[in-house]
């Protein structure tokens, strides 16, 4: 029998994985951190980190600025006076803990800036990432637990973002096969099936590409697999478990359901091997409703110090009408414009400072920022810089009011981004006609953009027509699973990986016995039903990161990473007795495994490792049917 791989073979290593990664970054569709943040994580991995470097980048991103002084005085921290400066804030959470915090959420800032008001799927799967990280955090707060709660929330943040992608490049299956499969390895599986590709091969690509820690990025691997392969003492098991703990809880915490919550956190607690009492459970529940509250407003902006002016809900303005966020316009002036904007069917929200201007950063019904500059309002380094990122939005507008127009600070505001700068008297007439003005460019903006959508959107269907294509040559059309060719691209995989990293690689190779009787007997159709039935017993009884392929014929193999000896035969023998109990027209099944495992030191190439098992094969069947 010739099992054997073509060793010279043109498939390339991870041929769909690899080529789909490249289409989904052409289209934009893979998310990022932001410039700072990754600057923030190489520091934290240098030898020469201080404070004050760590600092200096932060205060060149007003956001992170911001979110990391709330953060320090935040409710429960370390008592003491409230945080004031960076500095401050740095030495109270950690470096490690805001270098983490930055990457991870930058990446969800940009992912729900990046997102069209309809896109409730892709927003929704933020969300659950950010309720995660707040009960990975919760979770790890606790001396017992050898991890570190900054690293569980950055891990639990990221975990997912290989589905913020496949949301992105294929809007329309992702969400249903998302809504259909609910346990994660089945979903992996889905994926690599419809799309050639699972999430976690993106993700896991992408903390590589940031330089991600190698010890975190595994524990993410492990914590979604089958929950009976999580199970271990060691450091990374044990963050595996908290971080599927937190992504199952997820929902639970999100709708503040407060019995479900509970039965999540006993189960959480008994995975570590801890123990609580029912009374105790309430009080966790409540800490935890609390911290969710506080995350979850100040990702959607509800800080407290912004107010709608108009007495008109602004949700009631109409589908398109465009929001004006007014900066430190005073009250007199703000109301008696306030009927000339409802006129024209602008909603009115207003601010008294620029830190709560950061909150409406990703608020996209806001079309105009009407920035009132007197005297006292000086543009520093961080209002240019936030200043510029409005600017950076082409379906966004600015105009500044300034106490007394003259050519040279008139210039100098045109040039940083401001679209219309005028007299603090202005009217409301004229200033209603120079959004009127501003609202015809930000119509050609948008209509670029929905082109741009639409153009992208039609890349993603042919993309993903190419890949169901390219797929098929990959599979066997008549039982579903990897074909010779596919087999050839993981085993050249993995087997570098047993090189590099000396971990085992094990496989069985198949036959179904007397298979020919069946084809002769009952005829070809009933022998391709027992090749489906037989295709399905695979699809089954394999792990999530095993492959199950069809030779040819009756002929089949399971390639298995990471398994030893022991597995091999339990996996042998639970085959051969599930394709007994089959009930077909033409009997049980019966069918002949060998196996084999990897040895570096004897093997050099996948093909002996296949020829080993070829070899296991051939002495289990002579010792079973004799020679012939």
């Known amino acids: 029998m010739n099992h054997h791989m073509n060793e010279e073979s043109a498939v390339p290593d991870t041929i769909t994985e690899d080529s789909l990664l490249l289409q989904i970054r052409a289209l934009g569709h893979l998310p990022s951190p932001s410039s700072t943040a990754l600057r923030l994580y190489a520091l934290i991995q240098s030898d020469d980190v201080d404070l004050h470097k760590m600092a200096e980048v932060i205060k060149g991103d007003v956001a992170l600025t911001v979110r990391l002084i709330r953060l320090a005085n935040r409710p429960g921290r370390t008592p003491g006076r409230p945080v004031a400066s960076i500095e401050e804030g740095l030495m109270r959470l950690g470096l490690k803990t805001v270098a983490g915090l930055a990457v991870g959420m930058s990446v969800i800032d940009d992912a729900v800036a990046s997102s069209a008001p309809d896109d409730r799927a892709y927003l929704a799967l933020c969300r659950h990432s950010l309720a995660a990280a707040v009960l990975a955090e919760w979770m790890c707060d606790r001396p017992e637990v050898p991890a570190s709660a900054a690293d569980l929330f950055t891990c639990a943040l990221l975990a997912r973002i290989g589905q913020l992608a496949l949301l992105r490049f294929y809007p329309e299956p992702y ?81 503040h359901r407060t019995e479900e919550i509970a039965r999540h956190l006993e189960h959480g607690l008994a995975l570590l091997g801890q123990s609580v009492l029912k009374e105790e459970l309430s009080g966790m529940v409540e800490t935890l409703i609390r911290r969710w509250l506080e995350w979850d407003s100040r990702q959607h902006g509800h800080e407290g110090s912004a107010h709608i002016a108009s007495d008109t809900d602004i949700g009631d303005t109409g589908q398109g009408a465009a929001q004006l966020l007014l900066v430190g316009v005073p009250t007199f002036m703000r109301q008696s414009w306030e009927s000339t904007f409802a006129e024209r069917g602008y909603g009115v929200l207003s601010v008294d400072s620029w830190d709560a201007v950061v909150a409406q950063m990703t608020n996209e019904r806001v079309g105009f920022l009407i920035l009132w500059k007197d005297d006292s309002c000086i543009f520093g380094e961080p209002e240019k810089r936030l200043f510029a990122s409005w600017v950076g939005e082409e379906c966004r507008a600015i105009v500044v009011l300034v106490p007394e127009m003259n050519a040279s600070s008139a210039h100098e505001l045109l040039e940083i981004g401001a679209d219309v700068v005028l007299p603090c008297t202005v009217s409301a007439t004229l200033l209603g006609a120079q959004l009127a003005r501003l609202e015809d460019k930000l119509e050609v903006a948008r209509n670029l953009e929905e082109e741009r959508s639409a153009h992208r959107k039609l890349l993603s269907e042919l993309v993903l027509t190419t890949r169901k294509l390219h797929l098929q040559t990959l599979t066997d059309p008549l039982t579903g699973l990897a074909n010779r060719r596919m087999a050839e691209a993981f085993l050249k995989r993995h087997w570098s990986m047993v090189e590099r990293r000396n971990i085992s690689l094990g496989c069985l190779i198949i036959d179904l016995d007397d298979f020919k009787r069946i084809n002769d007997k009952f005829g070809h159709d009933a022998g391709d039903a027992a090749l489906r039935a037989f295709a399905a017993i695979l699809k089954e009884n394999v792990r999530q990161e095993d492959l199950a392929v069809r030779l040819g014929g009756d002929e089949f193999l399971v390639v298995c990473p990471l398994a030893q000896v022991s597995h091999l035969e339990y996996l042998r023998q639970r085959l051969i007795e599930v394709a007994h109990r089959l009930k077909l027209e033409t009997g049980p099944l019966s069918c002949s495994i060998g196996f084999a495992e990897s040895d570096r030191n004897t093997m050099k190439s996948p093909s002996e490792l296949l020829k080993q098992a070829d070899e296991h094969l051939m002495r289990l069947k002579r010792s079973r049917f004799g020679k012939g």
Not at 207 to 222: H, S, V
């Open 175 to 255: 969400p249903v096969l998302i809504r259909l499969q609910q346990k994660t390895h089945e979903l992996l599986d889905a994926e690599r099936q419809q799309l050639g590709i699972d999430h976690q091969v993106i993700t896991l690509a992408l903390l590589q590409e940031w330089g991600f820690p190698d010890p975190l990025t595994e524990a993410i691997r492990i914590s979604e697999a089958e929950p009976e392969l999580r199970v271990g003492t060691d450091r990374g098991y044990i963050m595996a478990q908290i971080l599927g703990f937190a992504w199952e809880a997820a929902p639970a915490l999100i709708s």
